[in-house]
């Protein structure tokens, strides 16, 4: 699939979903200041998905203008548990680098589904997406963000509350349509 594509389809993702419920209430910014980067990576081996990571780090250190780094993988990771070990692997990548502290991890998996938890459950949907992503971001930012947040700790209760409220049909059509730009 092509690029242009799948950065499409994530965009969409974010304005119809992340954005639009306000899912996460500092991504709107972010997204119209087109500060966004989406790296799409269609290595196969673990070993290269990881060094992805590493050049999308040294990306957002060489450049403050990018604010947050989607790093999207289409053709990897299909299976949640096989995102999962990757996920380790790459938050400990980041401690052996020394960007612990610096960047942090968010996941996102088209099967996403929280520990304990039914995969029917609508609450995974607060991090499902269209492709297995990792998403990178600068925690001194971060911190600043959720400084000036009103009850930060409240975001994923209210997140849970609403998708339980929206219901699996309508976030299932919501992913869906995202597919079709």
Excluded at 31 to 50: A, F, G, K, P, R
Excluded at 110 to 129: H, K, Q, V
């Amino acid at each position: 699939m092509p690029t242009k594509k799948i950065i499409r389809q994530t965009k969409s993702w974010l304005s119809s979903f992340i954005i639009n419920y306000n899912i996460c209430p500092f991504a709107k910014r972010e997204y119209d200041n087109h500060s966004i980067h989406y790296s799409v990576i269609e290595l196969n081996t673990i070993e290269q998905c990881l060094e992805s990571v590493i050049n999308e780090c040294q990306r957002l250190d060489s450049n403050p203008a990018i604010e947050t780094t989607l790093v999207i993988f289409p053709n990897n990771f299909n299976q949640f548990d096989d995102f999962l070990d990757f996920l380790n692997l790459a938050e400990s990548l980041l401690i052996n680098m020394h960007y612990e502290g610096i960047y942090q991890l968010a996941s996102f998996h088209p099967n996403y589904c929280f520990e304990g938890e039914l995969e029917s459950d609508p609450a995974n949907y607060t991090n499902r997406s269209p492709y297995p992503m990792l998403h990178l971001i600068r925690e001194l930012s971060l911190e600043k963000a959720l400084d000036s947040y009103p009850h930060p700790e409240k975001i994923p209760e209210r997140n849970i509350s609403l998708t339980r409220q929206m219901g699996l049909e309508k976030l299932q059509t919501i992913l869906r349509k995202c597919y079709s730009h």
